[in-house]
């Protein structure tokens, strides 16, 4: 199963800036770019950490391709 990441439109769409966010959820600028750009996906910890940041739900944020 593959899933495409819209977090490149969502932070586009809200003006958030990839390092700060990275720092928000405790992760590096490279591990959360390899996301953002489809490179890998996150642990589940993370995934969670993303969706209790920016409000979201998982398949708003990740979708199934």
């Given at each position: ?41 996150p ?23």
């Open positions: 199963m593959q899933f495409k990441c819209r977090l490149k439109i969502i932070f586009a769409e809200r003006d958030i800036k990839q390092g700060d966010f990275a720092k928000r959820i405790g992760i590096s600028q490279a591990a959360l770019s390899a996301i953002m750009n489809n490179r890998s996906l642990s589940f910890p993370v995934a969670y950490a993303i969706c209790e940041e920016l409000g979201l739900p998982i398949n708003e944020i990740w979708i199934k391709q």
